[in-house]
């Protein structure tokens, strides 16, 4: 099973700064691709794939055609859920984005991600410092 993330070459949101390094397509299922919509984890502002799967911002023509696409209830869902989710760090109810929002447990065997509450033992994802559930690199945060 391929994962819904993809590596991106270092950059930052053009909005907030934010380092990406990771990204996914609005829906998960699919791999991203040049053009297609990404949302920022950080201010939750619409970027687009750019050839070297940069996330940029769109342009005019990329925007409206995204608004004529069905995919635009997806990448409204996506940006409340990521609003959302800086509000329950404001809340105290998720760990802040300064913090690792990772725990290792047994004796660095295994990963709990404090985002979600998932525990994986799997190696690579110990490695990697990544949940599978959220589909995060916790390096990235």
């Not at 829906?27 to 799967?53: H, K, M, Q, W, Y």
């Not at 525990?119 to 994802?125: G, Q």
């Amino acid at each position: 099973m391929t994962e819904p993330w993809t590596r991106t070459p270092p950059t930052c949101c053009p909005y907030c700064g934010f380092k990406l390094r990771t990204a996914s397509h609005v829906s998960l299922s699919i791999r991203p691709n040049p053009g297609d919509p990404v949302i920022c984890t950080s201010c939750a502002e619409l970027l687009v794939f750019a050839d070297d799967l940069r996330p940029v911002k769109p342009t005019q023509p990329q925007l409206i055609g995204l608004q004529a696409n069905p995919v635009w209830r997806e990448i409204e869902l996506t940006q409340r859920a990521v609003k959302a989710a800086h509000q329950a760090i404001a809340r105290g109810e998720l760990p802040p984005l300064s913090q690792d929002p990772y725990e290792l447990l047994d004796d660095g065997r295994a990963i709990k991600c404090l985002i979600c509450g998932k525990v994986s033992h799997n190696p690579n994802d110990v490695a990697q410092l990544y949940c599978g559930n959220c589909h995060r690199f916790h390096e990235d945060t």
